[in-house]
């Protein structure tokens, strides 16, 4: 009886594990090489910030694979550029928070982007004079009360 108990106990176990390490693979996300694929579409499509981001994930998952860091590494100064792009479209819109965002993003991507240092420095003069001449007008509006 005890036996039977403890082969019923193993296989339970047994098929609690399985059922969980496939909800484990499931949940893991696409593969290396399917992030690499749509990363090499992105990238045909014209779209280096995906095709990065792509890249950088497949490379994550398989870091010893020389394919797919070259790859992320060949489309930084791309990605990087195309966030400085985006924010300067952003800040002539009038959107600074975004265009900071954006800007911040493409120095995550490449350190070494000097027009997104630039771009930063400007956003945030522009943010500050912007602050500063709001706070003028509240202290004008008060006094003339």
Known sequence: MKRHQNNWALSAAFTLFLCLSICCLAASGPKAKKLYERGQAAEAKDDPITAYEDYYQAFEKEPKN???????????FQAGSAHVEKGEKLLAQGDSTGALTE???????????????????KTREKQAASQKTTQETSIREKNSE
């Open 103 to 121: 800007f911040l993003r493409a120095l995550e991507i490449d350190p070494s982007n000097q027009l997104a240092h630039q771009d930063i420095e």
């Open 66 to 76: 020389l394919r797919y860091k070259t790859a992320y590494e060949r489309l930084r």
